[in-house]
């Protein structure tokens, strides 16, 4: 086992699910900063695997990008021709 595994397995046993996801957060908007797209797959949402959704969000919410905002996204469901 190499020292980042020992890290990562001791992290596991000692961190609450939620300073888990406040870690995680912190080190992938570290590691790819501006990149929405790069987060989106990190994160594993489905705007960009499978809808390719971040590009477009990362060009409309630029201005945005240092608010707090609380967004709702509303789908129109389904895939099947109606």
Same mark, same amino acid.
């Given at each position: 086992m190499n020292i980042q595994e020992l890290?990562?397995?001791?992290l596991r046993k000692r961190l *609450? =699910? *939620?300073l888990k996801r406040t870690v995680k957060h912190c080190v992938l908007s570290g590691l790819y900063g501006k990149?929405?797209?790069k987060l989106a797959v990190a994160f +594993?949402?489905?705007k960009? +695997? +499978? =809808? =390719?959704?971040a590009k477009h969000y990362q060009n409309h919410f630029a201005a945005l990008r240092n608010k707090r905002l609380n967004i709702l996204e509303i789908g129109v469901g389904g895939y099947e021709p109606v």
């Amino acid at each position: 086992m190499n020292i980042q595994e020992l890290v990562r397995a001791q992290l596991r046993k000692r961190l *609450s =699910h *939620s300073l888990k996801r406040t870690v995680k957060h912190c080190v992938l908007s570290g590691l790819y900063g501006k990149d929405l797209r790069k987060l989106a797959v990190a994160f +594993g949402t489905d705007k960009e +695997g +499978g =809808h =390719h959704y971040a590009k477009h969000y990362q060009n409309h919410f630029a201005a945005l990008r240092n608010k707090r905002l609380n967004i709702l996204e509303i789908g129109v469901g389904g895939y099947e021709p109606v």
